[in-house]
C-alpha cells in the first residue's frame, strides 16, 4: 500500500501496516478488531480501496489472502446483503465464478461493528481474494482491436451466462435486494438519488436532464419487464470489476446487484468507454458475444443507447450523495454526455 511508512505488532503477533494517514491507519486498527470475529490467525492487513465501502486485503498464516468489507451504512439492510451472498452462492454453484464468503466462528457472514472514527455502526464480512488482473487494466494497455473486441466478446457472454443462470433460479424464500427499474432509475425518488439535483448543473442543463427523465421513465413503463429481458442482474459489470487470470474470468463487487433490465447490464459494461474512438466496435462485441449464449430481440437492442444515457444520468446522483469521495473530476463529463445524448434522443427541452 502506497504511503506506508513502518509497521507495528499486536500482542497477537499481528502486523498491521501504518499508511501515512493517521485516519487510514486507524481504519486498519478497526479491521484488525473486527477479524477477531472470524478466529484467524492473520499476518497482515492491507487498506485496498476507501470508496464506496472500506475495503482491507488480508494475508494469513495459511497463505490464504482474504478481502475484509466494512459496508456502506444505510446502503443495504441485512436481509439484502444476505440476499448478495445466496445469489454469488447459487451463481458458483452453476460455474460462473463469483465472491465465496468467509463465515465467522459464529457461523455468521455479517457482523455489526461501531467504528469510532467514522462514528458509524458498519456490518463486515469476508471474502476470499482472487489473484489476477483486472479486464480494465488489461483494456488500458491494449491497443490491437481484435483484442479489445475479444475482450468486450468475453464480456457480453459472461452477461448472458449470469442472466441465464438469473432467470432459471428460483428465488429463495424472503429473499431481498433492490431493483433498477422505471422507479429504481428514473423515479421521483431513484435509488442513486435525485439526480437532478447534482449541485454542478445549470438551470439550463437541470431542465434537460428533468425532461430526459420524464421521457426515459415513459420509455421504461412501455418496455416493460418480462422474464426475458428483466431479472437479477450484477448492475456493476464493468471490466474494473472483472479478474482475468488465464483463460478465466471472476467476477468481484455485487453490491449493486440487483434487479434489473439486461441492456442495462450491457450498457454499464461499455459506458465507460464511450470516449474511446472504437466505441462503436467495442458496443457490438458486447452484444455479439452476449447473442452467443442469449437472445436479444430487436428492440433490446434499439433501446441500449437510452440505457447508456441513463447510466451517465444515474452516475450524477450517485457522486451528488457520496460528498465524502471526490468524484469532480467526472461531472463535466457525464453532465455533456446526460444533454448531448437526451437531446439527440428526445429532443431539447
Known sequence: MAGRSDES???????????????????????????????????????????????FRVDTDSGQALVFRFHRPGYHSLPELHGELQWTAALNRSGIGAPVPRLTSDNEAFVSVYLPELSQTRYVSLLEWVEGTSMASLIEQESDKSTLESYFHKTG???????????????PAGFERHAFDADGLMGKDPFWGPFWEQSKLTPAERAQVIYARDQIYRTLCDYGKDRESYSLIHA??????????????????????GFGWHVYELAVAISYYQDNPLFDVLRDAIVAGYLTERPLSPADIEILPVFVLMRSMVSL???????????????PTLIKRSCEQSKALFGSV
Do not use: C, M, Y
Open 236 to 257: 456493476d459489470l464493468h471490466p474494473g470489476n472483472l479478474i482475468v487470470t488465464g483463460d478465466h474470468v471472476h467476477i468481484i463487487d455485487f453490491d449493486d446487484a
Open 157 to 171: 457472454r459472461l452477461a448472458a451466462r449470469i442472466h441465464n443462470q438469473a432467470v432459471a433460479w428460483p428465488l
Open 9 to 55: 505488532a499486536t500482542g497477537n503477533g499481528l502486523f498491521v501496516h501504518k499508511p501515512e494517514i493517521p485516519f487510514e491507519e486507524k481504519l486498519l486498527a478497526s479491521a484488525a478488531r473486527a477479524l477477531e470475529a472470524w478466529n484467524l490467525n492473520v499476518l497482515d492487513i492491507n487498506l485496498v480501496s476507501h470508496s464506496e465501502n472500506i475495503v
Open 317 to 331: 446522483g450517485w457522486i451528488h450523495q457520496r460528498p465524502e469521495l471526490d468524484h469532480s473530476h467526472r461531472l
